[in-house]
Each structure stands twice: as C-alpha cells, then as structure tokens.
C-alpha cells in the first residue's frame, strides 16, 4: 500500500511541475476578421462575399477553406504569390466565381478544388503543376475555356465532369495519364488535342460525349487506337505547315534551277504537336527561272502549303 501511495505523490508531484503547452489559437490575419488562418494556413473565409483578396501572408488555402453559404456569395478570389498549396474543395461550392488565376507559386492542388463553381467560365495556370488532381472541375457547367499547366504529366480521374460548356480542350504534350471519366457528360466537347505522349485512358473516358466528338492526334499514337477501339471520331491530319528555316540560296541568276538545300518546315499536326522536315520534302510550284524580280513560291506537303519569297536578277 506504502509503495502504491508513494508511486501516486510522485506522479502527483510531477505533474504539478510540467507546463503544459497553449492551445493552439485560430485567429483572424486581417482586421475585418474575413479569414481563419493558423500558421498560414487559411482554414476558413467568414466574409460578406463580393471580390476577395487572399492575404499576402498566407502560404496554404485549407480543406473547404470556402466551401460555406459566404463562399457562395463570392464574385473573383484573388490567391497571393505566396500560396503554395491548395487543399481539396477549398473553393467548392464558389457557385458566383467567373474568372481565377492560379499563381505560378502554387506547386500542389487537393481534389475537387473548383467542384460545384457552376459560373466559372476562364481558368488560367501560371504554374506548372504535375498533376491536376481529380474532380478539379466537376460540374463546372459554365467553363468554356482552359488552358492546361505546361508540365502537367496527370489528369485525374473526374476531372472535367459535367463541364457541358467546354468544346475544345489541348492536352500538353507532357502528359502521359488521362484518369477515369475525365471527360465524361461533356455534352458540347467537339475536339481534343491529344499528343503522342499520352499513354493511358482510363474507363468512360468520353461517355455522354457528342457523337460528333474529334480526337485529333499523332498517326500510330496510343490516342488513335483508344479512338479506333472505341469508335470515336479522330484525326491525323497536318494542320498547318509553314517556314522554319530559309534555304541557303534565296537570289538566282537567270536560268538557274531551283535549290531549297537548307531550307526547313515546321509541320503542325491536329492535336497540335510538331515536327520538322526539311524543305525539300515538299513539292514546289510557281517558281520560273526566266522571269526577273520577286517570285512567291508555294511549297506544299501532304495537302497543306504555304509560300515562300525568292528572286531571280
């Protein structure tokens, strides 16, 4: 009993000596009190919605940060150079958004960030994020424009779901992984730009899609056998060509034949990759060695031209 009593006291007596820490305290980084934040961790808006500046000082935007009856009431959010992370739904639910940009310092993005914006229209990355996580725009009903992260080399599953306005979407060519449904009940997408860099679709990648949906990628690409076992519409086709590089001879003499040594094109293709080819590739017409002064020349490739200048003294 004497030990069990003297094991209690010292217990007792250590206690009474340890300083426990503070709670941690949650408190407002602006005046008006709008924001949670904890060690820059933006973990709730509070505001009377309208246009939004996120503080300077914050370095990460909390799970569902803005997903409340305030955040519904928000017309534009600007994000500071100084945020970093974005956590999943943080603007879920921002059903009066239009237009955001994200910072070139934000270097990570949470699931379903934009889930439920039904008005946001323009969406623009000034980063190059790796992946862009899943459901990021599901039911994003009024997004018709987007341009993807220059980098990203994942598009999450869900990604684009239900955006009915959207018609025309360009994969960058780092991409390798497209996740499931990422397109799916896109009623009004007409074409994707798909590179040959994409290796993988996942499941009901384009169901609910328009039938007349194009895929327009690279002859031989992963893209055009996904279209061809799926019975999708595609395309290989060269969009554009044009000069890259002038021949080395661009002044003749009379009578002297035509030499497009040197001479380069740049082929663009309908899923927007590029190649390029030398000149002499492609035919040539226009050209007559008897005739002084400028001559405008037409080089042609697979169907697709454009001109060249020469002149003959």
Aim: charged content about 15%; hydrophobic content about 35%.
């Amino acid at each position: 009993m004497k030990k069990v009593l003297s094991v209690f006291l010292t217990a007792l007596l250590v206690a009474s000596t340890f300083t426990f820490p503070a709670a941690a305290e949650i408190r407002p980084l602006d005046s008006d009190g709008d924001f949670s934040v904890y060690n820059g961790e933006l973990m709730s808006y509070d505001g009377s919605g309208g246009a939004v500046t996120i503080p300077d000082d914050t370095t990460s935007i909390g799970d569902c940060a803005f997903q409340s009856a305030q955040g519904a009431a928000i017309t534009s959010i600007t994000i500071p150079e100084s945020v970093t992370d974005i956590k999943d739904y943080a603007f879920s639910g921002c059903a009066n958004i239009t237009n955001i940009t994200i910072p070139d310092s934000v270097t990570k993005m949470g699931d379903g960030i934009f889930e439920g914006c039904t008005n946001l229209k323009n969406v623009t990355f000034q980063n190059n994020l790796s992946y862009l996580s899943d459901s990021t725009f599901d039911d994003c009903s009024s997004l018709t424009n987007i341009a993807l992260p220059v980098g990203a080399t994942v598009i999450g599953s869900s990604a684009f779901y239900g955006c009915i306005a959207l018609t025309n979407v360009t994969i960058p060519n780092t991409v390798t992984s497209i996740g499931n449904m990422a397109f799916f009940d896109c009623t009004n997408l007409k074409s994707i730009n798909t590179p040959g860099s994409v290796k993988s679709f996942g499941y009901m990648e384009f169901d609910g899609c328009s039938k007349n949906l194009i895929i327009n990628c690279t002859a031989g690409s992963y893209a055009e056998s996904y279209a061809k076992n799926n019975s999708i519409n595609y395309s290989t086709r060269i969009a554009s060509i044009s000069v890259s590089e002038k021949p080395t001879k661009l002044n003749y003499k009379k009578g002297q034949a035509l030499n497009l040594s040197g001479g380069k094109l740049k082929v663009v293709y309908a899923d927007s990759s590029t190649k390029t080819i030398a000149m002499a590739s492609a035919s040539a017409s226009g050209y007559n060695s008897g005739k002084k002064g400028k001559q405008t020349i037409t080089l042609k490739y697979k169907g697709v031209s454009c001109k060249l200048t020469i002149t003959v003294n």
